[in-house]
């Protein structure tokens, strides 16, 4: 007897039914579609940049070869940068600028770097709570702490010289004499920032394997030997940071010495960034106020430039 098969009847697709690829490009849409929606979604930011970013240093580098008061100025080619190198209050303002650079910068990291490895100690408890404290001043406003400090300093009732007069030194004139309105600027600036670099510093030297220092140990190596062959290698990357920081932000110093001293006394305060305020905006020439802002920027990307190279080739 023959078996006899019966065919199975599949449904047949609807001739009207497009292809699964044909379906997801009409999901997706258009090709220009697709390819425009990034650079719309990134259109707000560009604008935003392009409007108060680039269009403000395209027009100081402009309004930098122009000179005149206001919305007098007229093109003039390079008298602006001629009349810098010829102005002697640029260079006190450079040099004053210079000194409080060269003293602040390694003192404030110096002692960053300190208060971090102490932190940082296996003896020290509640390290979230020292974190937290010496992190604090750096929170604090600039404006709110050149107030506070010029109370502190004050030469009469001052509390520093309080200080000093209970344990039997003489009162200093902080804010009166040259030298010691420099000093104040540099005691502000390291208060402010120094728990802002030990907290960095901090981080990078919980990254360090306690095993390097437990082998060093073994061999026969002491606190500072290890401090300087295991801890100073390995936050080397971070002490670039610091410094390259420190630097650019020590140049462009303002705030702190226009609110304890307003650049006095006999402008012994007065910074770079506070000669191109004064000529910007009190003086209204804003063509030189450019040029000095340019040579400020020019000054900051050598320094920068030169301090990566010298500590990058300590790398290799």
């Given amino acids: 007897m023959t078996a006899v098969t019966t065919p199975v009847n599949t449904p047949a697709a ?4 497009p292809p699964a690829k044909a379906r997801t490009r009409a999901r997706r849409g258009p090709r220009w579609r697709r390819t ?20 403000p240093i395209v027009d100081s580098l402009l309004l930098s070869f122009t000179t005149g008061n206001g919305s007098a100025g007229h093109a003039d080619g390079l008298a602006n ?6 102005d002697p209050l640029f260079w006190t303002a450079l040099r004053n600028t210079g000194e409080m650079l060269v003293v602040q910068v390694p003192l404030m990291l ?23 404290g010496i992190f604090m001043p750096a929170v604090t ?3 709110a702490t050149g107030v506070m400090f010029s109370f502190l300093l004050r030469t009469e ?9 209970a344990v039997g030194l003489p009162a200093v004139d902080w804010l009166g004499q040259p030298f010691w309105a420099r000093m104040s600027v540099v005691l502000v600036l390291s208060w402010h920032y120094t728990g802002y670099n030990a907290v960095i510093y901090l981080a990078g030297l919980q990254s360090i394997p306690r095993e ?23 936050l080397r990357p971070l002490l670039l940071f610091t410094v390259v920081l420190s630097t650019i932000g020590t140049l462009q110093l303002f705030d702190e010495p226009y609110v304890l001293t307003g650049g006095g006394p006999d402008n012994a305060t007065l910074t770079v960034s506070m000669y191109l305020y004064q000529n910007g905006f009190r003086y209204f020439d804003f063509g ?6 340019y040579a400020l920027t020019l000054l900051v990307s050598v320094l920068g430039a030169v301090q990566m190279r010298l500590m990058g080739e300590r790398d290799r």
């Fill in 14 to 17: 609807p001739p009207d039914t």
């Fill in 36 to 55: 425009a929606l990034p650079y719309l979604l990134l259109a707000p930011a560009l604008v935003t940049f392009g409007v108060f970013k680039a269009y």
């Fill in 81 to 86: 940068y001629r009349r810098l190198l010829d």
């Fill in 110 to 132: 110096a002692l960053a770097l300190l208060m971090a490895v102490a932190i940082n100690s296996a003896l020290v408890r509640w390290r979230t709570v020292w974190r937290l």
């Fill in 141 to 143: 406003g600039l404006v």
């Fill in 157 to 165: 009732d001052g509390a520093v010289n309080r200080l000093l007069e």
């Fill in 212 to 234: 390097l220092y437990e082998a060093a140990m073994v061999d026969g190596a002491g606190a500072v030997r290890r401090f300087t062959a295991i801890t100073v290698p390995a």
């Fill in 288 to 293: 030189y106020a450019s040029a000095i802002a």
